[in-house]
Nanobody, 112 residues
Framework: VQLQASGGGLVQPGGSLRLSCAASENIFSFIYMGWYRQVPGKQRELVSTITSGGSTNYADSVKGRFTISRDNARVYLQMNSLKPEDTAVYYC?????????WGQGTQVTVSS
C-alpha cells in the first residue's frame, strides 16, 4: 500500500491550502484515513480523521477551519483561515485492522 501526500506550500496567514493524499488502493478499503502533523522537536499530532462510514474527527485547534473529505482514490484536507501555528509537516495515514500505513509528509508553512 502506498500513500502519497501533496498540496503543501507557503501561504500567508488567513489563507487556504488543500492537501491531497492519493492511495494505491481504494480509500474505502481502509477503516479510517487521517491527517497528522509534526513540527521539529514535537510529537506527531492528530489533525483529522474520517472513518469508512464517514464519521469525522478534528483536533480542537483546527475545528471550524479544516475539513476532511474523500473520494474513492484520495483523501483531502481543506485548510482555511490558516495560522502560523499550523506550520508543520503534514502526513496522511490509512488504518487497517492489522495496522496502519503512512505517507510521506508535505510541508505547510504559514508566514507573511
Amino acid at each position: 500500500v502506498q500513500l502519497q501526500a501533496s498540496g503543501g506550500g507557503l501561504v500567508q496567514p488567513g489563507g487556504s491550502l488543500r492537501l491531497s493524499c492519493a492511495a494505491s488502493e481504494n480509500i474505502f478499503s481502509f477503516i479510517y484515513m487521517g491527517w497528522y502533523r509534526q513540527v521539529p522537536g514535537k510529537q506527531r499530532e492528530l489533525v483529522s480523521t474520517i472513518t469508512s462510514g464517514g464519521s469525522t474527527n478534528y483536533a480542537d485547534s483546527v475545528k471550524g477551519r479544516f475539513t476532511i473529505s474523500r473520494d474513492n482514490a484520495r483523501v483531502y484536507l481543506q485548510m482555511n483561515s490558516l495560522k502560523p501555528e499550523d506550520t508543520a509537516v503534514y502526513y496522511c495515514r490509512g488504518g487497517r485492522s492489522y495496522g496502519s500505513y503512512w505517507g510521506q509528509g508535505t510541508q505547510v508553512t504559514v508566514s507573511s
